[in-house]
Every structure is written in structure tokens, then in C-alpha cells.
């Protein structure tokens, strides 16, 4: 922890260039990794509980990066056409599809399993300053929250 996260680089669900840890820079990021379909439904109660819980004056940003390397290109449409019928588009800008460096992200966050997402908590100079360790539970969510500065 404490170290700055190296750079994620792709595209926004919405089709602009984005990278962290300059997305949001400033300001505390929640940054939620999904590396699977399986995931999605964990990734999708960690981004509700942050908004029902902090709301639109959060002092936290939530984004989320959706690792697709693994799926081959040739169904690569098919997946980002899923994942936009499933998200609301006001999340599209906020929303990173990350094509390359899958290896390295799961070593980085200790990834155990494809079927839930790894979430972390950036400072506004990009410092990991919590990671998650398992799937969404509000035991979790309650010392990510906890992390959070008001």
C-alpha cells in the first residue's frame, strides 16, 4: 500500500482515451477491476452500495475497469455491447476497457478468483491506500468506507 498505481490505459465504455491514475486526479478513486463476466454482478453491488451510500457529493470517484484481454477479438463487440445494455450510460465515462497487462493487474491486486471484483482506493496522487480482499460483503464495504476521506 502507498505505492502509485502504474498506469491503466484504454478507453472509456463511451469511446474516449482514459488512463489512471491521471482519471480523476485530485480526487479519491474508487477504482473497481472486473476480469470476467463472472464478475460482473460483484462489481455491480460494489458500484450501487458507493452510490447509495455516498451519493453525488461523494469525495470519491468511482470508476470502473473492465480487463478484456482475455476475450478473444473477435468477440470483444459482442462483450462491450453487453456490458453497455447492463450499465446506465451516465457510467460510460467512468467506465475503462483495458485490452492488455491482465497478467500483471492480477498479480498486482492478488487476484484468487474471476468471479468477483478487486477494488482500490486511490488517493489523489494515485496511492493505492486500500484494496479489497474478497468478494462485496458490507463488512467489506464498511472498512473500505472507512478509508474514504470525508
Do not use: C
Not at 460482473?40 to 451519493?55: H, I, M
Not at 477494488?119 to 468478494?135: K, P, Q, T
Amino acid at each position: 500500500m502507498g505505492e502509485v498505481l502504474p498506469p491503466v490505459g484504454g478507453e472509456t465504455l463511451s469511446g474516449k482515451p482514459a488512463e489512471l491514475p491521471a482519471m480523476g486526479a485530485g480526487s479519491s478513486r474508487i477504482v473497481v477491476f472486473s476480469f470476467s463476466k463472472a464478475a460482473s454482478a460483484d462489481s455491480k453491488q460494489w458500484n450501487e452500495r458507493v452510490a447509495k451510500d455516498l451519493g453525488a457529493d461523494s469525495p470519491a470517484i468511482v470508476i470502473t475497469a473492465i480487463v478484456l484481454e482475455a476475450v478473444p477479438r473477435l468477440f470483444r463487440g459482442m462483450a462491450i455491447s453487453g456490458i453497455k445494455s447492463d450499465m446506465p450510460r451516465a457510467l460510460w465515462d467512468k467506465t475503462i476497457l483495458v485490452y492488455k497487462d491482465e497478467a500483471a493487474w492480477k498479480k498486482r491486486l492478488a487476484v484468487s478468483s474471476d468471479k468477483h471484483a478487486y477494488v482500490l482506493l486511490l488517493d489523489g496522487e494515485g496511492r493505492a491506500r486500500w484494496m479489497s480482499s474478497g468478494a462485496f460483503t458490507e463488512a467489506e464495504y464498511g472498512r473500505l468506507r472507512k478509508q474514504i476521506p470525508e
